[in-house]
């Protein structure tokens, strides 16, 4: 089973729910972090797709304190319940812009997988473009790794404007995305399982959920479908994080190069071109791209999500050009766009 929180436009989240299908999803959870009525009404009565309106009368019920400002408390308290009432063997919990690329069949690898582990990991790859690339589909480009722990390559392979910025890649998050094995006793966190604690009065320790990487699979990471795109999802943290602040709230510590981007796509508001600024976060130089290749960090995935969602949905006008899915993007994000200034 797949369980994702969503705002994307709706032709990626046909491609989202299509793709996990196509991979022999049971079921495919869609929780609808803002109203969408065309996904609703296009994915109505399907066997294996189950939605949820996370509106006023959800939070009032699985959060009393209101709907949390953070996306990923809301991400965190619709996983939970999501997997509270699992009824599958797996749960996989990712977000809409995340892809699953498997050597071999799913089912096969996690019926492999011993019984003492009680999570698998799995390894993200980041989308980027490749330098003269101008894509037809938001869906085509390369993908690049993250750095090995504790290696610091970011200058070697983006210069010393750029290492600070990319010093942590993928850009987003390194840490990966996990399927949760069912029955397990542990906390749920974005990316993977936590020990749940100690009940009052108790002096045993936490214990730790066992975990280890999923092999020969990792999960497409499509951070930078466009580039507007990967502006709106940094200026949308931005927002959060200072809506936090004013509550009087500490909002979550992010690693630096997070931090940067962030900084990078706040600024570039004030530019001309805003998005053309934060362009060098996902668009490879010639240097770049040979560096990341010469390094074992680049990666070619034989993907098209374009291809299966028209073979699932083909009664569905789907179109996934660039300038297409920044039109939609416009207009699902347009407060965040005239917070900052670019409406």
Not at 20 to 45: I, K, M, Q, S, W
Not at 54 to 63: F, G, I, L, V
Not at 316 to 337: C, G, Q, V, Y
């Amino acid at each position: 089973m797949v369980q994702a929180t969503v705002h994307e436009p709706f032709d990626l989240l046909a491609a989202f729910v299509a793709h996990y299908l196509e991979l022999g999803a049971d079921l495919v959870r869609l929780h609808f972090d803002t109203p969408h009525p065309e996904a609703e009404a296009a994915f109505a009565g399907h066997p294996k797709i189950q939605m949820t309106r996370c509106d006023t009368a959800y939070w009032a019920r699985m959060k009393p304190a209101g709907r949390p400002l953070a996306h990923p408390k809301r991400q965190r308290v619709n996983a939970r319940k999501t997997f509270a009432k699992l009824k599958y063997d797996w749960l996989l919990i990712c977000d809409a812009d995340e892809y699953l690329a498997p050597k071999h069949d799913v089912a096969t690898m996690l019926a492999a997988q011993p019984a003492h582990l009680d999570f698998l990991r799995v390894s993200m790859a980041e989308k980027v473009l490749p330098p003269g690339l101008t894509p037809a589909t938001v869906f085509e480009g390369v993908f690049r790794l993250p750095q090995p722990t504790g290696q610091t390559y970011a200058e070697m392979i983006y210069g010393p404007q750029l290492a600070t910025v990319l010093e942590r890649v993928v850009a987003g998050h390194d840490h990966g995305k996990s399927f949760l094995r069912r029955g397990g006793d542990f906390g749920i966190n974005v990316h993977s399982p936590i020990a749940k604690p100690p009940k009052p009065g108790s002096t045993a320790a936490p214990v730790e959920p066992v975990g280890a990487w999923l092999p020969d699979a990792c999960l497409a990471h499509y951070d930078a479908l466009t580039p507007l795109y990967y502006l709106v999802k940094l200026l949308g943290k931005h927002l959060s994080d200072q809506a936090i602040i004013d509550t009087g709230q500490i909002p979550r510590q992010l690693h630096r190069s997070r931090v940067a981007q962030i900084e990078m796509a706040v600024a570039a508001c004030a530019e001309q071109d805003a998005v053309a600024k934060t362009a060098p976060l996902h668009h490879l130089t010639p240097q770049s791209m040979q560096a990341l290749r010469n390094l074992g960090l680049l990666l070619e995935l034989d993907l098209a999500p374009d291809r299966i969602a028209r073979k699932h949905f083909p009664h569905l006008n789907l179109d996934f050009s660039p300038a297409t899915f920044d039109r939609a993007l416009r207009i699902k994000h347009a407060t965040t766009l005239a917070k900052m200034g670019l409406a």
